[in-house]
T-cell receptor, first 110, second 115 residues
Framework: GQQLNQSPQSMFIQEGEDVSMNCTSS?????WLWYKQDPGEGPVLLIA?????ELTSNGRLTAQFGITRKDSFLNISASIPSDVGIYFC??????????FGKGTRLSVIA | DAGVIQSPRHEVTEMGQEVTLRCKPI?????LFWYRQTMMRGLELLIY????????DSGMPEDRFSAKMPNASFSTLKIQPSEPRDSAVYFC?????????????FGSGTRLTVV
């Protein structure tokens, strides 16, 4: 079945630093999504990408849909303590359910 | 909109007992998904429904797990009998098919502990 490789698994950064994480797939996706999960809550959608090469921003977050349609990255600029959580990538190829990465656990040191 | 509503938020039960988790999807969403989250395995899709009909239950780990969706506004996930290895956070999510895909909206989850 389809698999997503998400890296890094975890990150410890200083407040104010930029963060970058990425996902690669063994197959092509039509849609890439990035979610954030806060402790004790369900994942919440951050950014959705629909076209190869698309670059989309949401505040300090920027995500790109890779040209090959098999990868995506998420950048967070000037991290703050509330950025702490688990970030998930997810891919959709149409009628099949979303495939999720294993997540990147972000810790921000003030 | 109240979002996806799950109950209970926490459940502690003894091994062998029946556990029922409940979910109310977002009104107008016609797909519903049950996920299980553990540190080791991440988010696992257990089963999903389209228009109240189960489409794929290949992720249900064993016959001890069953799910129903009697109408568009309610679904249950039942574990009978429960075992300690079932301890995890269970999420329900819903989405709308057709039009631009906005992904799934997740509930806050039910943290299940089987002792």
């Amino acid at each position: 079945g389809q698999q997503l490789n998400q890296s890094p698994q975890s990150m410890f950064i200083q407040e104010g630093e930029d963060v970058s994480m990425n996902c690669t797939s063994s197959s092509i996706f039509n849609t890439w999504l990035w979610y954030k999960q806060d402790p004790g809550e369900g994942p919440v959608l951050l950014i959705a990408l629909y076209k190869a090469g698309e670059l989309t921003s949401n505040g300090r977050l920027t995500a790109q849909f890779g040209i090959t349609r098999k990868d995506s990255f998420l950048n967070i600029s000037a991290s703050i303590p509330s950025d702490v959580g688990i970030y998930f990538c997810a891919g959709s190829s149409g009628n099949t359910p979303l495939v999720f990465g294993k997540g990147t656990r972000l810790s921000v040191i003030a | 909109d109240a979002g996806v509503i799950q109950s209970p938020r926490h459940e502690v039960t003894e091994m062998g007992q029946e556990v029922t988790l409940r979910c109310k999807p977002i009104s107008g969403h016609n797909s519903l998904f049950w996920y299980r989250q553990t540190m080791m395995r991440g988010l696992e899709l257990l089963i999903y429904f389209n228009n109240n009909v189960p489409i794929d239950d290949s992720g249900m780990p064993e016959d001890r797990f069953s799910a129903k969706m009697p109408n568009a506004s309610f679904s249950t996930l039942k574990i009978q009998p429960s075992e300690p290895r079932d301890s995890a956070v269970y999420f329900c999510a819903s989405s709308r098919t057709g039009g631009l895909f906005y992904g799934y909206t997740f509930g806050s989850g039910t943290r299940l502990t089987v002792v």
